[in-house]
């Protein structure tokens, strides 16, 4: 599979309709433009996660970390 593919196989949504996710193991949480929220349980999850950052989808755990550790640096 090429990572640029707008569809993952097995995954119904395009990257476009995708904002954001969050990954625990092999179950991803993502939040779709409209405002749903699905879940989607990946066979090879270091493909998907792979596919979705390819597409620069924003990853909540890296995107907290980054944000959070500048403003307690800010805060020192």
Same mark, same amino acid.
């Given at each position: 599979?090429?990572?640029?593919?707008?569809?993952?196989?097995?995954?119904?949504?395009? @990257?476009?309709?995708? $904002?954001?996710? *969050?990954? /625990? !193991?092999?179950?991803?949480?993502?939040?779709? =433009?409209?405002?749903?929220?699905?879940?989607?349980?990946?066979?090879? @999850?270091?493909?998907? $996660?792979?596919? *979705?950052? /390819? !597409?620069?989808?924003?990853?909540?755990?890296? =995107?907290?970390?980054?944000?959070?550790?500048?403003?307690?640096?800010?805060?020192?």
């Amino acid at each position: 599979m090429i990572m640029t593919n707008p569809y993952f196989s097995g995954f119904e949504h395009s @990257a476009a309709q995708i $904002r954001r996710f *969050l990954q /625990t !193991h092999k179950t991803f949480t993502l939040l779709l =433009s409209g405002g749903s929220i699905v879940h989607h349980e990946a066979e090879d @999850a270091t493909r998907f $996660r792979t596919w *979705l950052l /390819t !597409h620069q989808i924003e990853d909540v755990r890296e =995107s907290f970390t980054k944000y959070y550790s500048a403003y307690n640096l800010m805060s020192a």
